[in-house]
């Protein structure tokens, strides 16, 4: 039984007085019900590494086994020990993003190099498989460096996840009138409408068993989310299933950095 706040409202009707009894989750439960199913979430997918994991460890233990299987045993432990790392990483990151007593220092955020970087680990990642190309056409902006580099990596790590050997993924830092925008834009699997609200939840995913292989961790999303909260900006998503999807931050043009005098000298 789960404790509910009652709304009663009291509606004349005909003359007489008809009670109008409703129920409504407070904020506070909500935020429970929110933490809970996120320690569930959570255990449940700390708990499917370490079970093979322990699985490999016993029959390490009990047979004698040749040298390639112990090697492959190996490697497939040292694969769900990093997943087990990356996991909670992001669930450091986080709780570091909520915590109030941790509030954004803005400082001079050098786009330039910024969007190197994350250019870099895209091409990475997809270890030659996608063409990925940037446009960079704004300048530099207040924010976190750290966050902003989690954000905009997490879009881009995504976009080369989700999308097929030999598509296509572009990254953009424009102005326009609503502000400055980061866009990632790929020609990957796409998401069809009625997940679209949802992606930035915890844990959400399209497809489970396809994002294991991608080895996500669910949170991703929640991260952006978190950042863009902190920096005052936006999240807009457009998709269409099979044929590719759009990732657009906004932020406030009120976070553009003032030009750095060594910039302005000469
Ligand atoms: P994950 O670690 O599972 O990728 P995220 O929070 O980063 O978690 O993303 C949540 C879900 O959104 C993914 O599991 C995937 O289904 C979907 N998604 C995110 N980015 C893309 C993309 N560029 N193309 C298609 N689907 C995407």
Redesign the pocket.
């Known amino acids: 039984f789960r404790e509910r706040k009652l709304i009663v409202h009291i509606i004349p009707f005909e003359n007489r007085r008809q009670i109008l009894v409703t129920h409504d989750i407070t904020e506070t439960q909500r935020a429970e019900m929110m933490r809970r199913d996120f320690i569930a979430n959570a255990s449940h997918e700390l708990r499917t590494p370490l079970t093979v994991i322990v699985g490999f460890l016993e029959i390490a233990a009990s047979e004698d086994l040749d040298a390639a299987t112990r090697a492959a045993h190996l490697k497939l432990m040292t694969e769900q020990g990093h997943r087990m790392q990356h996991l909670i990483e992001d669930m450091l990151t986080l709780s570091r993003l909520e915590s109030v007593d941790h509030p954004l220092r803005p400082e001079h955020v050098d786009i330039g190099k910024l969007m190197e970087q994350v250019l870099r680990e895209a091409r990475g990642l997809s270890a030659g498989k996608h063409e990925i190309d940037m446009t960079v056409e704004a300048g530099d902006l207040m924010g976190s460096a750290e966050e902003l580099h989690s954000a905009f990596g ?1 879009l881009a790590s ?2 080369v ?2 999308t097929p050997a030999g598509g296509k993924i572009h990254l953009h830092w424009r102005d326009t009138a609503k502000g400055v925008q980061f866009v990632v834009e ?1 020609t ?4 069809s409408p009625e997940h679209i609200s949802r ?1 930035t939840e915890r844990f ?4 489970k068993s396809r ?1 294991r292989e ?1 080895q ?7 991260i952006v989310k978190h950042v863009l909260l902190r920096h005052s900006g936006s999240l807009t998503i457009k ?1 269409e299933a099979g044929k590719g ?1 759009s ?1 657009i931050v906004t932020l406030p043009k009120s976070t553009a950095a003032a030009p750095q005098p060594e910039l302005l000298a000469g």
């Open positions: 997490n995504n976009a996840r989700y790929d990957g699997i796409g998401i992606l959400y995913r399209v497809d994002s991608t996500g961790t669910g949170l991703g999303l929640a998709s999807s990732f």
